[in-house]
């Protein structure tokens, strides 16, 4: 398998992850009408798709380790059942940050869900591997805490303007980065377990555990949708446009490209998860950005509205360099 030799080859990975992670849900877009639920099972198709490229490439090239096939008929179970029950953990996380995005929109839903995961995830993973300057590592991680606070304030101040302001998004995307931070501390510790299965393998399992679990979740979001609409049929699928479903795989594949890069990369002695999942969580400025500035989903903002969405950039962007250069700094 392919495992970077540098920092320089290992933080490309990283921002190839955050540039993965913050712009899969522009799929969603790309299918007006379209409900998230039905969109979830094309996403879930494109999630095998995804890893199973890059498993068979980047998995089977280098010298390090065993083969992608190999080490997937090879992985010690118990390594297995970790990124299975983390595999999961992320559906369920993940579905509850699609319905955000469908109620209050990707610059809010991202930065509320995802920068909780970040924060959740990133402590997590420093107990298990503390790797990096924990006062980079940290400061970083209380800057986005601001963001976040300002990005909430934001949307709550959007929706004053409005006709009913609904809290239903800002809570969904505090429950889903409540969950999506705990998944990676599992994938972690079951990469550290003796002859443990190496990234590509991990995250094959991981999106196996990923579909085992939609089956009865996202059917039973389909009988009871947590937006608040009515209830959703296999007939929306079925006669749904072909490009409606090409939309949801890209959208799967896009998501697992930056996953498995990011394990990748967090398998990088002087990187590490904590670092790795942070960077990569970065993805919440790239959802803002394409929420607010290509989505228009602040269009026309009052002055309040634009001054704290400029101060959630500027907390992210600083926070994220912070972490970014927590590796090059060692105590």
Known sequence: MYLPQSYAVALLFMVCSMLCWG??????????????????????????????????????????????????????????????????????????????????????????????????????????????????????????????????????????????????????????????????????????????PGPYATALFFVIGTALCALPVNYFFMRKPIDGGTAVTTSGYTGAPARWHIAGILGGAIWVCGATLNFVASRVNFVGPAISYSIGQGATMVSAFWGVFVWREFASPSSRVRNLLIAMFACFLAGLVAIAIAPLYPN
């Open 23 to 196: 712009s899969w849900a522009n799929t969603m877009k790309l299918c007006p009408g379209y409900r998230f639920q039905l969109f979830y099972w094309d996403y879930i198709i494109g999630l095998f798709v995804g890893i199973l490229a890059l498993g068979l490439t980047l998995g089977n090239a280098g010298v390090v380790g065993r083969p992608f096939v190999q080490d997937v008929l090879e992985a010690p179970g118990m390594a297995i059942l970790f990124a299975i029950c983390s595999g999961a953990i992320f559906n369920v996380a993940n579905l509850l940050l699609v319905a955000a995005i469908e109620i209050a929109g990707m610059a809010v839903a991202f930065p509320i869900g995802i920068g909780v995961a970040l924060i959740v995830g990133a402590l997590s993973s420093y107990l298990i591997s503390p790797q990096g300057n924990p006062l980079l590592l940290f400061g970083g991680i209380t800057l986005v805490v601001i963001a976040i606070i300002c990005d909430s304030i934001a949307y709550r101040t959007r929706e004053a303007a409005r006709s009913g302001s609904n809290v239903r998004g800002i809570v969904i995307s505090l429950l889903a980065g409540l969950l999506m931070g705990t998944f990676y501390p599992l994938v972690s510790k079951g990469m550290a377990l003796p002859n443990a």
